[in-house]
């Protein structure tokens, strides 16, 4: 980090976090008593839509939006909320047509359907390319929150980075390692409360700095600034609007809809029906908080130039220098605690997910291993993903030089690519494929895909890629499987 070492007294902040995890070991130990074997992959079915609604809100936007979002109103002002506006596209897509497939086929990892209509190694393509996006995009998650929590606490003790890091990934596993999916519904829940409080909070707070006293001073200081600009109508430009939009339907749908982490928890309630409502409500309550975190940056940044800030090079940098070094303490504590509650409530639930997968869809636990050794396979798995997640946040420490928000949605176009094709082609044609040929067109699509995009502005009169490199992706990939279809 760039930026002076922070006011703030880690003593403090040590009680504020520790009294946290206090509470999410409560909520272990409450949720993980009497379950079976089931429990840690299904919840029992048995979890209220209205607590799943709530706790996906952390779950999606985790660390990234907390941090990223604000900072990168000042490299591409509201042009982000394009993308959100397409979310709502997507998780209609997901409540009308997936939810009722999921469902119907009573499925417990979510890839097993390219099993029954592909074959095998579409099905193991399928759920690889899960595990390989999931570990990449939750470790940079998890990654940018370590970093901060480093600057405001660690470094104070002089405790080295990969430490902390392992305290971090370490704490995940002790609360999750039993009650598995059951009680990250409950955690999610209690971690999306603090990250909201945390944004809520620190609007006000930062207004009140700036001397607004209304509602409606907010909102005109937000308005009338040039930072809050949506719409980017410059076609060539990776932040044009049909691309954002579009890009922004299609992220929801691979980065939810065909995510074993998202879905894991809808396949909780009790039904299809409230499946679906849990969806619609979530998708209002997500438009909702990004408009706040997006009018959260506008802020920070009115902030800084009031006050003769220097913004820090890396966007990325803002909310945590201004909340640590500038804010009042109390500021900075709701600061750590909503960064503490982004990161966790994106990793524990990746950590149950990662877990499902790799039992079911690659060791198939059920078919292969009897009751009695179900749950000694179980955790030894996830021990690995909790390790495996260790080792690449420490990787991303050393190669990551961009706002995350961006390296998520990098990650997500060249890894979801392949499992967006995959299900296209499943759901809208009526084709089988020569299946043991899947694994190398999973390939050969994001390579084509990163090359076209890379010199697409000679290529295409200027044209520049910006998220949309995912359809093409997943386009790619539907081509070669009607290519490779049996006649």
């Not at 998890?142 to 080295?160: E, H, M, N, S, T």
Request: hydrophobic letters at 50%.
């Amino acid at each position: 980090m760039p930026f002076a070492k922070p006011s703030m007294d880690s003593n403090l902040v040590l009680i504020v976090i520790t009294s946290y995890f206090g509470l999410l070991f409560l909520i272990s130990w409450l949720t993980s008593r009497k379950i079976s074997q089931d429990t840690f992959f299904t919840g029992d079915r048995q979890s209220p839509w209205f607590l799943v609604a709530f706790g996906m809100i952390g779950a999606s936007l985790s660390g990234v939006t907390f941090i990223s979002v604000p900072g990168e109103v000042g490299n591409s002002n509201f042009n982000y909320f394009q993308v959100v506006l397409g979310y709502t596209l997507g998780y209609f897509v997901i409540a009308k047509v997936l939810l009722p497939l999921y469902y119907r086929l009573n499925l417990v990892s979510i890839y097993s359907y390219l099993d029954d209509r592909f074959g095998f190694w579409s099905y193991k393509t399928g759920a690889f390319f899960f595990i390989l996006s999931r570990t990449l995009g939750s470790s940079i998650r998890v990654f940018l929150v370590a970093g901060v929590l480093q600057l405001i606490l660690f470094d104070q003790w002089g405790i080295p980075f990969w430490v902390s890091v392992l305290i971090t990934v370490g704490l995940i596993w002790l609360y999750t390692h039993r009650g598995g999916i059951k009680t990250v519904v409950w955690t999610d829940t209690l971690q999306t409360l603090f990250m909201l409080l945390a944004v809520v909070s620190s609007i006000y707070l930062i207004g009140k700095d700036l001397g607004l006293e209304s509602i409606s001073d907010y909102v005109g200081s937000v308005v009338s600034d040039q930072r809050s600009e949506i719409f980017n109508w410059d076609w060539k430009s990776g932040q044009n609007f049909f691309k954002q939009f579009i890009s922004g339907a299609f992220i929801t749908i691979v980065m939810t809809g065909l995510d074993q982490d998202m879905m894991q928890k809808n396949l909780t309630c009790r039904n299809i029906g409230d499946a679906q409502k849990n969806m619609f409500w979530f998708t209002i309550i997500l438009v909702i908080v990004n408009l706040l975190f997006l009018s959260l940056g506008v802020l920070l940044y009115l902030y800084a130039e009031t006050n003769g800030i220097a913004i820090p090079s890396r966007t990325d940098d803002l909310y945590p220098l201004l909340a640590t070094t500038e804010f009042a303490a109390i500021a900075g504590i709701i600061f750590v605690l909503g960064i503490t509650a982004a990161a966790y409530s994106s990793a524990d639930s990746t950590l149950t997910a990662l877990t499902t997968s790799f039992c079911y869809d690659f060791l198939e636990i059920e078919k292969k291993y009897p009751k009695d050794r179900q749950t000694k396979v179980r955790k030894i798995v996830h021990l690995a993903f909790t390790a495996l997640m260790f080792l690449v946040i420490l990787m991303f420490r050393w190669i990551n030089d961009q706002s995350v928000i961006n390296a998520v949605f990098i990650i997500a176009g060249y890894t979801y690519g392949p499992l967006l094709g995959l299900y296209a082609f499943g759901l809208f044609t009526k084709f089988q494929v020569h299946d043991k040929y899947v694994p190398y067109l999973s390939i050969c699509a994001p390579l084509i895909t990163y090359a076209i995009s890379k010199n697409s502005e000679k290529l295409l009169g200027g044209y520049k890629f910006g998220f949309e490199a995912l359809i093409l992706n997943g386009l790619l990939m539907f081509i070669g499987l009607y290519l490779l279809r049996k006649r």
